[in-house]
């Protein structure tokens, strides 16, 4: 029996063509039920890390993500509003700016040559 995640993640891969453990090409196969509530969640990270994970798999990912663009399926985390918080939290609290971004490349680009030389010798060849 599907869970009510798992009736949600059927329902809106439908509207991409998309089946769960169907036979076509762009069809996903779920292997740990996990994956639907990770990729509800967290929406494409869910989905990307869920992959890589190992949680389910497709023959076609190319195939599967034409579908989903093609379908909008990657704009409906922003319809939901914990993604969006999340995303205006990041936004309002993001401490990159670009003058400390500048400071943290002179800091680790501007170094000298000392470190790669240590590690890589005379020749800073990393292969010969």
Known sequence: MATRLEARAREALGQAGI?????REWDITVHNP???????????????ESYMDGWWDC?????????????????????NWRAMVLSLLST?????????????????YDAGNDLFEAMLGRSMLYTT
């Open 19 to 23: 089946e769960l453990n169907g036979s």
């Open 34 to 48: 996990a994956f639907f509530a990770r990729a509800l969640r967290q929406g494409s990270i869910g989905l990307g």
């Open 59 to 79: 023959p076609r990912l190319d195939l599967f993500f034409q579908r989903i663009f093609a379908a909008g399926l990657d704009r409906l985390a922003a319809r």
């Open 92 to 108: 309002l609290l993001n401490r990159q700016t670009l003058p400390k971004s500048t400071a943290v490349a002179r800091r680790h």
